[in-house]
């Protein structure tokens, strides 16, 4: 939307990145999960390098996709705030996210898009 843009491929996920970056954003991150196939990348651009990061883990077949991108931001920035380097906060929220998505999977809530698990890690040891 930003960019007027249909946005289709891991190629043009690296081209609109760089694209927003030059509107003066310091870092980018694209989010692949509206690919719709392939495994899930996430392309992350640092614009003071030039350098793409992508971060790819398994696509989680589910309905309970809601608050996807929102979890994925907050756990980034948990990372920041814990002291991770932005490579590693978005590495480790992006692991966090697809296995939130993978507990949460077959989980039915409601009739429409449910959320992930957000408390996987814990749930178990309980």
């Not at 190629?11 to 003066?24: I, P, R, T």
């Not at 999960?33 to 398994?58: C, F, K, M, N, V």
């Not at 002291?83 to 949460?104: F, H, P, Q, R, S």
Request: with cysteine.
């Amino acid at each position: 939307m930003l960019l007027g843009k249909t946005i289709d491929t891991p190629d043009k996920m690296e081209d609109a990145a760089a694209a927003l970056a030059d509107l003066g954003a310091a870092n980018v991150l694209v989010k692949g999960g509206h690919l719709t196939s392939g495994p899930g990348i996430d392309l992350l651009y640092e614009a003071a390098s030039g350098q793409t990061t992508r971060h790819i883990a398994d696509r989680v077949d589910t309905k309970n996709s809601h608050g996807t991108g929102c979890t994925l931001s907050s756990a980034i920035a948990a990372g920041l705030a814990r002291g991770l380097d932005l490579k590693t906060a978005v590495a480790e929220a992006k692991n966090y996210i697809t296995e939130a998505l993978k507990a949460g999977a077959d989980i039915k809530i409601g009739s429409g898009h449910g959320p992930v698990h957000h408390f996987y890690a814990l749930w178990e040891r309980l």
